[in-house]
């Protein structure tokens, strides 16, 4: 048994001991949630097309605190993940969707378990646990898929100041979107990976309208990154709005990466001034107008020359019995982080646009609708020479019941179309024409 599962079934077998306390069932809160997927992802470019469906089932139970100076606390997760279809051939053994068997073909299903301890002191929070899923500038649990992505370790957030937010935590393994088994965290690329990722940050709101972000994080033997961040909403009526929302990332080479190959970054399969090495500054503006149910978004990126920008993401694995679980997938806090691409390559300057539209003022409460333009330029060949372009459309249409017996029953229907024009194949770029269905239903028992 790994440490840190006996650590945890310790923690969890204290809590045990007072779970009849007051507040640890009376707050406690049990759900299930279904998500039903068809995902299509047609590589025009390689001639390949990943085309497959599943049922997913999440149960969450989130306990409340036990009575004292010090309340402790336990999350559990469960998830089911169902093949429905693939049809023959369109499950490729890299598939993000569903994991795959030892002869390529999906597996019929998959299972896994996560749970966490907690404890909280007047304003401060702590998780210990492989059910953790942080939502912040410098790591983003990915939902994209049918299940989602969680991570083991330990994170604090404290709220005993006014105004102030901090968040503190290390991480050791990530349990992928489309497996059943932990892996080591990792860079893009490389064969290593790390069992040591540390960070730290800061959100301040300096008034009501105006929060400001400071992060720093350590993935050892691969990057350091800083982030500031800045976002700002300025009232011009009640039914209007301007938004102003600043980042900027800063990330570094640490340790090993840069020395060794196992641990080098491939740069997102492009150019890098030193091969293999971190060494990137990006920045981003983004500007939204709202009025009424309508909202206008503009925004531009830039990604420095030296190299890509860098995320965390996870080592490959094979589980037991020689199965691929799938490509990882991974999110990152930027706002090129679309549908099918990236926009994060060395020297890429991305200007982007959103229309969406809220059809309550309408009269239809919970359908909503939204349509978006990436255009990235200066693209630098891997080789260093010259420089391409790519663009990214993508459209989404949202529907929620808002009552009745299926009220809070979604559907969802996203459709995105990517194209890039370099020339050389042995770039990476690939035409691609994407469609996703989702239908998402969450009933509370508690």
């Known amino acids: 048994m790994y440490k840190s599962s006996l650590a945890l079934a310790v923690a969890l077998g204290v809590i045990a001991q007072q779970a009849g306390a007051a507040g640890f069932i ?8 279904s998500r039903t997927m068809y995902f299509n992802n047609d590589n025009r470019a390689k001639g390949a097309d990943n085309r497959e469906s599943g049922q997913g089932f999440k149960l969450d139970y989130i306990s409340g605190f036990t009575e004292g100076t010090v309340g402790f606390g336990v999350d559990a997760q469960a998830l089911w993940g169902i093949h429905l279809d693939g049809g023959r051939g369109k499950h490729p053994n890299s598939s993000s969707f569903f994991p795959s068997e030892t002869n390529g073909s999906a597996v019929d299903q998959w299972t896994r378990f996560g749970a966490n301890a907690k404890a909280r002191f007047s304003k401060t929070e702590a998780h210990f646990g492989s059910a953790l899923a942080p939502m912040l500038p410098i790591l983003v649990s990915n939902d994209g898929r049918l299940l989602p992505q969680t991570f083991e370790g330990a994170t604090v957030t404290s709220k005993e100041i006014d105004n102030l937010t901090i968040n503190a935590g290390q991480l050791t393994h990530a349990m992928g979107r489309a497996s059943s088994n932990r892996t080591g965290l990792s860079v ?21 309208d105006l929060t400001l972000q400071y992060y720093y994080s350590n993935l ?38 840069g020395h060794d190959a196992n641990y080098a970054f491939d740069n997102n399969k492009g150019y890098a001034k030193n091969k293999g090495e971190v060494d990137n500054k990006t920045w981003s503006a983004m500007f939204t107008y709202t009025l009424g149910g309508h909202a206008f978004l503009l925004g531009h990126q830039r990604v420095s020359d030296d190299g ?3 995320w965390l993401n996870q080592g490959g694995v094979v589980d037991g019995n020689g199965r691929s679980e799938g490509a990882a997938g991974s999110s990152f806090y930027l706002f090129t982080d679309s549908m099918i691409n990236q926009f994060a390559r060395a020297g890429e300057n991305t200007t982007f646009g959103q229309y969406s539209y809220d059809f309550a003022r309408l009269g239809v409460p919970g359908l909503k609708a939204s349509v978006s333009y990436l255009r990235g330029t200066d693209v630098r060949y891997a ?19 808002q009552e009745g017996t299926l009220k809070g029953l979604g559907f969802s229907l996203r459709q995105g179309v990517y194209r890039g024009t370099n020339g050389n194949t042995n770039e990476f770029t690939k035409d691609t024409d994407q469609t996703r269905f989702i239908v998402n239903y969450t009933y509370n028992f508690l």
């Open 188 to 208: 893009s690329g490389a064969p290593a990976d790390s069992n040591k990722f540390r960070y730290g940050g800061l959100d301040y709101k300096l008034t009501p």
């Open 220 to 257: 050892e033997d691969f990057y350091k990154q800083h982030f500031l961040g800045a976002t700002h909403v300025f009232k011009i009526a009640d039914d209007q709005s301007f938004k102003t929302d600043l980042r900027y990332f800063d990330s570094s080479s640490d340790g090993k990466n």
């Open 308 to 310: 890509a920008f860098v």
């Open 383 to 401: 080789s260093g020479h010259g420089t391409y372009s790519e663009w990214e459309r993508d459209a989404r249409i949202d529907y929620v019941i």
């Open 26 to 33: 009376e707050d406690s809160k049990l759900s299930v949630s």
